[in-house]
């Protein structure tokens, strides 16, 4: 792979894309710090963030450097970071996550800092975030409220709606206390980002560094930073990239996504089937309307269940991806309920259920009361049963032949 800053512009490895580990792309040579930059067609603020990024590391007295990772700029974006002394890597495979990814594992330092070259973010004093570091913390996030948001940096969309709405979540789901979570100015020592993992490719890498690092109890600092505007064609889209980080986040929740839902749905549908069972013919007066809740229960209660059961296996697999911890209670949950002998026996206990009811409902006399309301019971035990026996199979599947 081709990561020498003499490499010609427009020069792409063959194996610039493919999956690398962090220890086969870091060099032997190590230094203190590595300034990590991706970019995009940023010829007009690269030199200007290289130059002031090697000037702190030369005031600070600190072995270092600043790496540029060229994520298929057709200006003059490498030229001038050459030029200006960074080290330019290259990585195909478009989006913000990728170009990180590619830069730190080529990168060489203990620790290192990220950020754009825009101009948005001030290299001149990165001193708070190395201090954090150097006092325990594993990842040190900028915050750009508290630091000052300089007039005309941030679109009023971004400051007042995106950012606090994407920082409320990550702190409700990872109870991480990040005040700017989309900051793009950080600070991470290696051996902590080796730990989490990280996999997206697009702008929610932001995300999943907090939600994973939460989750795995690291040290999450901040640090107030000061927010320029920028130099040079915003690439962020705002829906585009908002939508990728809720994806991500209720992806990565299955809790969220499924576990709640399918509680309230579940126990509003046993409410709704107590009342149809409760009633002599199974049919409420609503009005001048009679309502059979009977069939809205059972549609209710399979639906809450087949939540619950694919919160099971979201669950399960999230574990394995390293994206939930795997020592949790709904892990433990999930992985003892979907063994293989245990999904066979509540299939066979629900769908037993259900038809032995269908059998009893076919031997009762023709006028027993509330027939209706029985049978739709007994074929909302048999769709159960079947539910679980396919959602139960797959995660058993899961548990078996776990990832490599």
């Known amino acids: 792979m081709t990561t020498l800053s003499d490499a010609p512009r427009g020069f792409r490895s063959p194996e610039s894309t493919a999956a690398r580990t962090p ?27 290289v130059e002031k990024a090697k000037g702190w ?14 994520n298929g700029s057709e200006d003059a974006s490498v030229e001038r970071a050459l030029g200006a002394g960074a080290r330019v890597v290259y990585e195909d495979r478009r989006g913000y996550g990728s170009a990180l990814r590619r830069g ?15 101009d948005t973010y001030d290299y001149r004093d990165l001193e708070p975030f190395i201090a954090a570091l150097k006092e325990g913390a594993d990842i040190v ?12 940096a941030m679109t009023w969309s971004h400051r007042y709606l995106g950012t606090p709405v994407l920082s409320f979540l990550i702190r409700l789901f990872s109870r991480a206390r990040v005040g700017d979570s989309q900051c ?15 996999q997206s490719d697009g702008m929610e890498f932001a995300s999943e560094m907090i939600l994973k690092a939460a989750r795995l109890g690291l040290n999450i600092a901040e640090v107030p930073i000061q927010y320029f505007p920028r130099i040079g064609d915003a690439k962020l889209e705002t829906f585009r990239d908002g939508w990728r980080h809720l994806r991500f986040l209720l992806l990565a929740t299955p809790d969220t996504l499924y576990t709640l839902p399918g509680m309230l749905l ?23 309307v009679e309502w059979r ?26 574990a394995s991806a390293g994206i939930t911890p795997g020592g949790g209670l709904a892990y433990r949950l999930a992985k003892s309920l979907f063994r293989f002998e245990r999904v066979l026996l509540g299939t066979a206990v629900l769908l037993g259920l259900g038809l032995g009811l269908n059998l009893f ?16 019971l007994a074929q909302t035990l048999i769709l159960s049963g079947g539910n679980f026996a396919l959602s139960g199979f797959l995660g058993s599947v899961m548990h078996n032949f776990k990832r490599a």
């Open 104 to 118: 730190i594992a080529s990168a060489r330092g203990r620790h290192i800092v990220m950020g754009d070259c825009d």
């Open 57 to 70: 590391l030369g005031r600070a007295g600190l072995s270092g450097e600043v790496v540029v990772v060229d």
């Open 361 to 376: 409902l076919a031997l009762a006399e023709e006028g027993a009361s509330n027939r209706a309301s029985y049978a739709a």
């Open 23 to 49: 220890a086969a792309d870091q060099p032997v040579e190590q230094v203190e710090v590595s300034i990590v930059m991706p970019c995009l067609n940023e010829e007009e603020a690269v030199a200007l963030c």
């Open 293 to 318: 809740p009977i069939f809205a229960g059972s549609m209710l209660v399979i639906l809450g269940l087949n939540a619950l059961f694919f919160a099971c296996v979201a669950h399960l697999y999230t």
């Open 141 to 152: 996030v900028g915050n750009r409220y508290a630091g000052g948001i300089m007039p005309g």
């Open 266 to 288: 579940g126990l509003a549908g046993l409410a709704v089937l107590a009342l149809g069972l409760g009633s002599a013919d199974g049919s409420i007066d609503v009005g001048p």
């Open 184 to 198: 793009g100015l950080r600070a991470f020592s290696r051996t902590a980002y080796d730990r989490l993992d990280l």
